[in-house]
């Protein structure tokens, strides 16, 4: 059969299967199907102008096109699905608040801690380390095996990239430089308990909250994504300072509420999946954050990589953090993680 009309028939069974019994129902008005098409919810924590956010909306774009007029998959950015707390997302596409999600694993880590196995502390400092850590098959299996356990499909993974140190005073190059430095970080407990350990002083918060106690002199900084410090203008409130410090690494991942996967067709299941797929190799976040980091060098910032002996340090001083953020992984997936690193970092 040609190639052209085996994608009509999948076409037409993605849309019939969706479609079920409305195929036989008389022929609407454009205006009055529109109002009925059946909505699937698509979470993002961030908006299409970041990576997380712009997979999320490719991704609704591709599945909406293989679907036809059968149905609509429509991205809810900034968390709104779940209280606008992206640690909640987690939890949200679980419970069905949401239908689809693409979410950070470490922010959904708080929710399912097997995902936090892709944040375990400088594990994976650079690119290549983190994408290696993305594609590791074994590693995605085992995590999604026990997603679906708890009632999300995972679908697909992607570099997301690494957070950074941003500071108003001074790169942080050493454990001792971070005693009592007053942080904006995550509302996530191992993140907190990684800073914690070092002697600094880390404080969840709002954005608006922040940049108020950047300008009272009573922040020292954030953790935060390159692309984030740009959006928000981090140097303009005076933090121009950044430290590679290698800390956490981050990926996006793909997944769907069971319930939903569960009701799909086979023909469904492989359509919505091959587009996650698709869009996890082209996001190229990290390509992104890079370029982030470039405009912060523009912008005045002081881009400071640590070295690999500098990362160590920080790394033997805050293991008692690491080592519980390890155990609550679980030690098969640390494990399995740690390979995949070491097999590139050779």
């Given at each position: 059969?040609?190639?052209?009309?085996?994608h009509r028939l999948r076409h037409a069974a993605f849309a019939v299967g969706f479609a079920g019994a409305a195929l036989a129902a008389p022929l609407l008005h454009a205006q009055d199907?529109?109002?009925?098409?059946?909505?699937?919810?698509?979470?993002?924590?961030?908006?299409?102008?970041?990576?997380?956010?712009?997979?999320?909306?490719?991704?609704?774009?591709?599945?909406?096109?293989?679907?036809?007029?059968?149905?609509?998959?429509?991205?809810?950015?900034?968390?709104?699905?779940?209280?606008?707390?992206?640690?909640?997302?987690?939890?949200?596409?679980?419970?069905?608040?949401?239908?689809?999600?693409?979410?950070?694993?470490?922010?959904?880590?708080?929710?399912?801690?097997?995902?936090?196995?892709?944040?375990?502390?400088?594990l994976a400092a650079d690119a290549r380390e983190q994408a290696a850590l993305a594609g590791d098959a074994s590693l995605r299996d085992a995590v999604f095996a026990r997603m679906e356990?708890?009632?999300?499909?995972?679908?697909?993974?992607?570099?997301?990239?690494?957070?950074?140190?941003?500071?108003?005073?001074?790169?942080?190059?050493?454990?001792?430089?971070?005693?009592?430095?007053?942080?904006?970080?995550m509302p996530l407990r191992q993140v907190i308990d990684v800073y914690a350990v070092l002697g600094a002083l880390p404080q969840a918060m709002g954005f608006a909250q922040a940049q108020?106690?950047?300008?009272?002199?009573?922040?020292?900084?954030?953790?935060?994504?390159?692309?984030?410090?740009?959006?928000?203008?981090?140097?303009?409130?005076?933090?121009?300072?950044?430290?590679?410090?290698?800390?956490?690494?981050?990926?996006?991942?793909?997944?769907?509420?069971?319930?939903?996967?569960?009701?799909?067709?086979?023909?469904?299941?492989?359509?919505?999946?091959?587009?996650?797929?698709?869009?996890?190799?082209?996001?190229?976040?990290?390509?992104?954050?890079?370029?982030?980091?470039?405009?912060?060098?523009?912008?005045?910032?002081?881009?400071?990589?640590?070295?690999?002996?500098?990362?160590?340090?920080?790394?033997?001083?805050?293991?008692?953090?690491?080592?519980?953020?390890?155990?609550?992984?679980?030690?098969?997936?640390?494990?399995?993680?740690?390979?995949?690193?070491?097999?590139?970092?050779?």
């Amino acid at each position: 059969m040609p190639l052209i009309c085996r994608h009509r028939l999948r076409h037409a069974a993605f849309a019939v299967g969706f479609a079920g019994a409305a195929l036989a129902a008389p022929l609407l008005h454009a205006q009055d199907r529109t109002a009925k098409v059946p909505e699937f919810k698509l979470s993002t924590a961030q908006s299409p102008a970041f990576p997380l956010g712009r997979a999320g909306e490719r991704w609704a774009q591709l599945v909406n096109e293989a679907a036809g007029a059968a149905y609509e998959v429509r991205q809810y950015p900034g968390a709104t699905l779940s209280l606008r707390d992206p640690g909640r997302e987690f939890g949200a596409l679980k419970d069905g608040q949401a239908d689809l999600a693409v979410g950070s694993a470490l922010a959904w880590s708080g929710q399912f801690p097997p995902l936090g196995v892709y944040a375990l502390p400088w594990l994976a400092a650079d690119a290549r380390e983190q994408a290696a850590l993305a594609g590791d098959a074994s590693l995605r299996d085992a995590v999604f095996a026990r997603m679906e356990a708890s009632g999300v499909v995972g679908l697909a993974i992607a570099p997301l990239g690494e957070h950074v140190l941003a500071t108003v005073k001074a790169p942080i190059a050493t454990p001792s430089a971070a005693s009592g430095l007053r942080v904006r970080v995550m509302p996530l407990r191992q993140v907190i308990d990684v800073y914690a350990v070092l002697g600094a002083l880390p404080q969840a918060m709002g954005f608006a909250q922040a940049q108020a106690a950047l300008a009272a002199g009573t922040l020292d900084g954030q953790d935060a994504m390159p692309t984030t410090l740009v959006a928000t203008r981090a140097y303009a409130s005076g933090q121009k300072f950044v430290t590679r410090w290698g800390a956490f690494a981050d990926v996006m991942v793909f997944a769907v509420r069971k319930g939903a996967w569960d009701s799909w067709t086979e023909v469904q299941r492989a359509l919505v999946r091959g587009a996650a797929e698709r869009v996890a190799r082209e996001a190229n976040a990290l390509a992104q954050e890079d370029a982030a980091l470039a405009q912060l060098t523009k912008d005045g910032v002081t881009i400071v990589r640590l070295s690999t002996s500098q990362r160590a340090a920080f790394l033997d001083a805050a293991q008692p953090a690491v080592t519980a953020w390890a155990n609550a992984v679980g030690a098969d997936l640390a494990n399995t993680a740690r390979a995949a690193v070491a097999a590139v970092a050779k």
